[in-house]
């Protein structure tokens, strides 16, 4: 299963912020926000803090993605 954030990067544009004012004003790691990056698993919280921040739900900033054979 592969995940993409690429709808959280795009939110991110379309509100005007970027990556380190997110991380700062929700409070996730670097660590978290590195893996974000690299369209890796992250624990619910982060995923549910970001919602939080952003006022959408988790479908607004990640997709599951069908493995490729």
């Not at 995940?3 to 409070?27: C, P, Q, V």
């Not at 619910?44 to 069908?66: M, R, Y």
């Amino acid at each position: 299963m592969a995940i993409s954030y690429n709808k959280l990067w795009k939110l991110l544009i379309d509100k005007n912020l970027n990556k380190t004012k997110l991380r700062t004003e929700a409070g996730i790691s670097s660590n978290a926000m590195a893996k974000l990056g690299k369209n890796e698993s992250v624990q619910v919280e982060v995923l549910a803090k970001i919602c939080c921040h952003l006022n959408c739900t988790i479908d607004d900033i990640l997709e599951i993605l069908p493995e490729e054979n």
